[in-house]
């Protein structure tokens, strides 16, 4: 520009090769101008990229509608119960063992094992027999392995002077009372049972004494033996 104005200030324009290096003189002034202003708005920049490592600020309102942001809630599931689920069996009836004497839990006490009858109702249909041609009175005890009292009992049976007294005016039968349940119920049907179950039933079947309702004799040779004593007649 300063060039120019000189050469108005003189009055005329450069001609031939002064021309032309008035022209080469004003480009380059015009490019130097023009590399020292740069872009006047962000719009004449165009789009920047963030620097590498930089954090983009996030919008809350976009952050809270996003569906990976919303918690996610469990559908709770109820689980069948597996005793609704299964029948209801009809309540049986209960053994209890009686413990005087000792504990009940096998393999205690006397040692003895009460035999279990193969055919406990014909065994019983036998004595039943036997007892209405001699006119004895038929003893039946129900117990189980599984209880101290009725193994005490069993061994009693072994005493010469219970032996002798259940010879002369008892048939005895002893049952495992865990299989012939149904067998007990024709004569006690309570439903609940203190073990062992001693029955002295007469010939003609009538029960004199029933150890579930009345309790149990003492556990001993002089309990038992007064007791068999007594029912004998």
Not at 116 to 141: E, M, T, W, Y
Not at 161 to 167: F, H, L, Q
Not at 220 to 226: H, V
Request: hydrophobic share 40%.
């Amino acid at each position: 520009m300063t060039l120019r104005r000189n050469f108005e200030t003189a009055g005329r324009l450069p001609q031939g090769r002064p021309l032309l290096l008035w022209a080469a003189a004003m480009t380059a002034a015009a490019t130097v101008t023009l590399s020292g202003c740069g872009p006047t708005s962000p719009a004449a920049e165009g789009p920047t990229t963030p620097a590498v490592g930089a954090v983009a600020a996030v919008s809350p309102t976009a952050e809270a509608s996003s569906p990976s942001a919303a918690a996610v809630t469990p559908t709770p599931t109820t689980a069948t119960s597996s005793k609704a689920a299964a029948g209801v069996k009809p309540a049986k009836a209960k053994a209890k063992a009686h413990t005087s004497g000792g504990s009940s839990s096998k393999g205690s006490g006397s040692g003895a094992t009460v035999p279990v009858s193969a055919d406990a109702p014909q065994a019983v249909k036998a004595a039943f027999q036997q007892a209405r041609a001699d006119g004895r009175n038929v003893l039946l005890d129900f117990g189980s392995t599984t209880c101290f009292a009725c193994r005490t009992v069993h061994a009693l049976y072994s005493d010469p002077s219970i032996k002798a007294e259940i010879n002369a005016h008892y048939h005895l039968v002893e049952i495992d009372i865990d299989s012939n349940m149904s067998l007990l119920q024709k004569y006690d049907n309570s439903g609940s049972y203190g073990l062992p179950v001693l029955l002295v039933v007469s010939p003609s079947g009538t029960i004199k004494v029933d150890t579930n309702k009345t309790g149990h004799p003492q556990l001993n040779k002089s309990g038992f033996l007064n007791w068999l004593t007594q029912w004998a007649k």
